[in-house]
Every structure is written in structure tokens, then in C-alpha cells.
């Protein structure tokens, strides 16, 4: 198999839960050595965040960290020991990047700030993520996804006009800042290239998910009107809202200059629809109950993929509401190749998303994340010239 795009180069990731751990996995898919320092005993706290294979709670089967962790090494090393310090100092010597998602303070209080660490390895590319960022008020200040979602502004635009605000499920800010810390640390990476010289990047999770709602945005900085959750306008046919079909939802659009005419005929309703009454959004607003009616009862005796299918066909903007289920099994997404199948000594063979992205030169590795301090013995002894006497002592004493 060819390297990857990143074979090569050296990454330490003191990274925990989902944020760093995202930033680290594009390095490690596209072949960089990413080595994780994990917690003696516990690791990072997302083994121990659900769901579990088989509903069995175990620091090896959680599914967030058996993918935020593939084709990493994993050792065990305590941060707040003088021997642990001293190790990180040793790896940060051959380090092209270190990556860390300490509060703002600890890696300082650590002994291992920037200003330290610059001096050991002055190439060192240095990438901190962090809540609120390294400065201003909030710095200090605590917070949770949905924190991070609502404070953005995002959760102000989402959700009915009369009710209170809504976000995503899952975690959309956790997995954006990774993105973010991601590409920021690869151009520091080319600014590495070119100088030789290395750099502090400081990843804020606010400050990326705020840049993704500029559209919202737009209306205060230009005419000082603020975008807010929008009032319900007509039935259900607005192309925000989803609609009933024999099997579940579809979402379906009049796109930009698209005839009326046409959808109509895509829905196989030309003879009911194709008159003043729908052919314009105005008329569709004031006739919104007659159209809803008309829809749900074709709709009712389709599924969502025949709706989808035939309306794409005549160029129709209709979407599916798909479940997990359905996107397992989504026939565009598995001839892309884009779920994968990853063994792992713990849970056997499990199907995980892939790349999100495809190099055609450069291939992505489907490997497994690695068990707790999997590589103590590698990088202790075969990399740092420790004894297996040291190691004994080391766990004995707390320190891996």
C-alpha cells in the first residue's frame, strides 16, 4: 500500500473527548504517527462515553472513541509527575506537531507551555483547543456542547418562531472544531515547511462555530436586522418543512426558477396543481391547506426513495429524511465507499463513516483505534531506551 499523505510526520496528541481527538484522526487516517497520551488507568474520558458495544459499558468498546482514535499508538503517562513532564519534554523533541485540549493554564502549570516547549524544539507546531480560546473574559469559563451551540447564535435561528430555540443532536460544535483545529495546524504545517519555524495555535470552539452562521450575520452588519427563528408562513409545502410519505419524510423544494408546471408533473399531480391557484409562492401561501392536502395524499401511497427518485429525475430539489439505518445501507454512499468495516481485538469487525474527503493519489487507512497504553512498551523501551525494570517502577509508582 502507498504512504499516506502525511506518512512521515511526528504528531503527540494530548487530546481528550471530541475535538482534539477529530483534529488528530486527519492526521492518522492519511498516515502521520499521531502517539496519544492517555490518563494511567481511565484513558481518555471518551472510552468511557457511550454507546457501548452491546450495551456493555468497558473502556475499550465505545464507539465515540473507537472512531475519533483509528491507526493511533496509545501509552500512559501521568502529566502531573516530574518523570511525565520529562518524558513529554523527550517526545517533543522529534514532534512536528503536539496537539492539546487542556483548559487554558494547565499545560503553563504543567511546565509545558509554549514557551517551553518552543525552546526544546523550535520547529514545534503547537496546537491548543480550548472552549473560549487562550484569552478574553470567557477564557476561564466553562461549557458544554450545547453551551458552545447556543452561545454562537446558531440556536437563535433554529426552531419555530414561537418557541424556544433549537440546535443539532449530537455534538456539531465538538466535530467542527476539530475540523477547524485540523486545517489551521496544516497551514502552520506549510508555514513549517517553508521557515523551519514553528507556532501556537489557538483554537477557539466559539470562534468556529460562529464563522459557519455568517449568513446569519449578514442582516445586523449590513442593515443592523437581527435573523431569528422565522414565523410559520402557509402549510407544511415551504421547503423548510418535512412531509409524510408511506415510510417516513421527504423534504420537497421548488428550486429558484423551476416551473411550477414541472413539479407538479414530477409529483404525478399536473392535472390538480397546474393552476393560478399554486403557480406562484404567493398563491401557494394563501392556498396552503388545499396544497398540503393535495400532497399528503399522493404522498401517502409512495416511499420516500420513489418521491425522491422520481422527483430528482424532472429535477426536483426533494430530499429524504434518512435515519442511521437508512444511511448504513445508502447505496450512493456504500458505491463511494464510505463506510468501512475496521477489526478491532475488543469488538471484532464494526462498520464506521470513512474519509470525509477522497485523495486519488494518497490513500486513507481504515485502521483500529489502539487499547489502552497498547504502545507503553514500543515507545518506553524500544523508542526512549527505558528497561522493563523502569516500567514496572513507572506503574508502580503511578507515573504510566
Known amino acids: 500500500m502507498m504512504d499516506g499523505a502525511l506518512s512521515g510526520l511526528k504528531v503527540l496528541d494530548l487530546t481528550h473527548y471530541i475535538a482534539g481527538p477529530f483534529c488528530t484522526k486527519f492526521f492518522s487516517d492519511f498516515g502521520a504517527d499521531v502517539l496519544k497520551i492517555e490518563r494511567p488507568g481511565s484513558g481518555d474520558g471518551s472510552r468511557r462515553v457511550g454507546p457501548f458495544l452491546h450495551d456493555e459499558p468497558h473502556h475499550e468498546k465505545s464507539a465515540l472513541f473507537l472512531f475519533l482514535n483509528t491507526n493511533k499508538k496509545s501509552i500512559t503517562l501521568n502529566l502531573k509527575t516530574e518523570t511525565g513532564v520529562n518524558i513529554i519534554k523527550e517526545l517533543v523533541k522529534e514532534a512536528d506537531v503536539l496537539v492539546e485540549s487542556f483548559r487554558p493554564g494547565v499545560m503553563e502549570s504543567l511546565g509545558l507551555g509554549y514557551d517551553v516547549l518552543e525552546k526544546i524544539n523550535p520547529s514545534l507546531i503547537m496546537t491548543s483547543i480550548s472552549s473560549f480560546g487562550q484569552t478574553g473574559p470567557y477564557r476561564d469559563y466553562k461549557a458544554t456542547d450545547m453551551i458552545e451551540y ?10 419555530d418562531y414561537d418557541k424556544e430555540p433549537l440546535r443539532q443532536g449530537g455534538t456539531p460544535a465538538q466535530f467542527c472544531t476539530g475540523e477547524t483545529a485540523a486545517i489551521s495546524t496544516f497551514m502552520a504545517l506549510n508555514y513549517q515547511q517553508d521557515t523551519g519555524g514553528g507556532d501556537h495555535l ?17 442582516p445586523y452588519i449590513f442593515s443592523g436586522g437581527v435573523m431569528r427563528r422565522q414565523p410559520k408562513v402557509g402549510g407544511k409545502f415551504n ?4 412531509m409524510a410519505t408511506q415510510n417516513g419524510y421527504v423534504i420537497p423544494v421548488v428550486m429558484g426558477n423551476m416551473e411550477w408546471s414541472l413539479f407538479a408533473l414530477s409529483v404525478g399531480l399536473l392535472d390538480e396543481l397546474d393552476n393560478d391557484k399554486f403557480s406562484t409562492p404567493a398563491a401557494r401561501i394563501e392556498n396552503s391547506a388545499e396544497l398540503d392536502e393535495i400532497l399528503l395524499r399522493q404522498f401517502k401511497d409512495k416511499t420516500k426513495e420513489e418521491l425522491f427518485h422520481e422527483t430528482q429525475s424532472f429535477g426536483s430539489a426533494f430530499g429524504v429524511v434518512m435515519s442511521s439505518e437508512d444511511l448504513v445501507n445508502c447505496p450512493h454512499l456504500n458505491e463511494r465507499g464510505f463506510f468501512v468495516e475496521v477489526d478491532h481485538p475488543a469488538t471484532g469487525p464494526l462498520t464506521y463513516p470513512g474519509a470525509p474527503f477522497k485523495l486519488s493519489d494518497s490513500p486513507w487507512s481504515a485502521g483500529r483505534a489502539p487499547l489502552l497504553g497498547e504502545h507503553n512498551r514500543d515507545i518506553y523501551i524500544d523508542k526512549l531506551g527505558y528497561s522493563p525494570e ?11
Do not use: K, W
Open 150 to 159: 447556543a452561545l454562537s447564535g446558531l440556536m437563535y435561528v433554529i426552531g
Open 390 to 400: 523502569d516500567l514496572v517502577r513507572f506503574s508502580e509508582a503511578g507515573i504510566i
Open 202 to 218: 489557538d483554537i477557539s470552539v466559539l470562534d468556529s462555530m460562529i464563522a459557519p452562521q455568517f449568513t446569519a450575520l449578514t
Open 239 to 242: 421547503g423548510n418543512n418535512a
